[in-house]
C-alpha cells in the first residue's frame, strides 16, 4: 500500500507557486526556442548572479548548441527583501562582449531597475546581439521599460525563493519557486 503524502514545506515557506516539473518542462521548452534563435551562433549567456546560476545551469543543459558563460554580479537588494534602488556591479565580465552575440540570464524582473541598468551597461560594450531571458516577471504596473525577449512565467507581485531566488540567503536550493512569509 503506497501512502501518498504532501512534502512538508520548510519553516518561512507559505506556498509553493511553480512546481519543479512546471520549472523544468518551461525551462526545457526555452532551451528549444533559444537553441532555434542561434543556431550555429555561439551565443555568451552571461548570468546575473547569484540567483540566476541554478536557472542558468538548466538552461545551459537544454540548449543544444555551442555556447560559452559568464557571470556578472550586480545587486541592487543586499540581504534586504525590496530594492534599495541603487544598482551596483560587485563582479563584472571577465571577457569583451564587443562584436558577440550576448543573451542575458536573469531569475527574475521585479522592478525592472537593474535589468535596466545592467542592459545599458552591456550596449556600451558594443555586442553584435542583445538578447535577455528571464525565469519569472512579477506582475506590476510600476516596471522600469525593459524589454524581455525570452519568459519562463509571469508571477504576482509576492517575494518568491527557491531556484536559486533565496530570502536573508536562504531557499535558494529549493527545487521549486515557493512564496515566502512576511518578515
Not at 516539473?21 to 525551462?27: D, E, G, L, M, P
Not at 558594443?126 to 528571464?134: F, G, K, M, Q, Y
Not at 522600469?144 to 509576492?158: M, N, R, S, T
Request: hydrophobic fraction near 45%.
Amino acid at each position: 500500500m503506497t501512502v501518498n503524502v504532501s512534502p512538508r514545506l520548510p519553516d518561512g515557506i507559505e506556498r509553493v507557486l511553480l512546481s519543479e516539473s512546471q520549472i523544468q518542462r518551461r525551462v526545457a521548452e526555452l532551451g528549444v526556442e533559444l537553441a532555434a534563435y542561434y543556431g550555429n551562433r555561439k551565443p555568451l549567456l552571461v548570468g546575473v548572479l547569484t540567483g540566476a546560476y541554478v536557472f542558468m545551469a538548466d538552461l545551459s543543459r537544454a540548449m543544444d548548441i555551442e555556447l560559452d558563460v559568464e557571470f556578472m554580479a550586480v545587486s541592487s537588494y543586499g540581504l534586504a527583501t525590496s530594492t534599495s534602488g541603487a544598482v551596483r556591479i560587485l563582479k563584472d565580465l571577465d571577457t569583451a562582449i564587443e562584436g558577440r552575440e550576448v543573451l542575458i540570464v536573469e531569475d527574475i524582473v521585479d522592478s525592472g531597475l537593474t535589468l535596466s541598468y545592467l542592459l545599458d551597461v552591456l550596449r556600451r560594450r558594443n555586442p553584435r546581439d542583445i538578447r535577455v531571458v528571464a525565469l519569472l516577471k512579477k506582475t506590476r504596473t510600476d516596471v522600469a521599460p525593459v524589454a524581455i525577449d525570452y519568459l519562463g512565467f509571469e508571477i504576482p507581485d509576492e517575494f518568491v525563493v527557491g531556484c536559486g531566488l533565496d530570502a536573508g540567503r536562504r531557499f535558494r536550493n529549493l527545487p521549486y519557486i515557493a512564496v515566502a512569509l512576511a518578515s
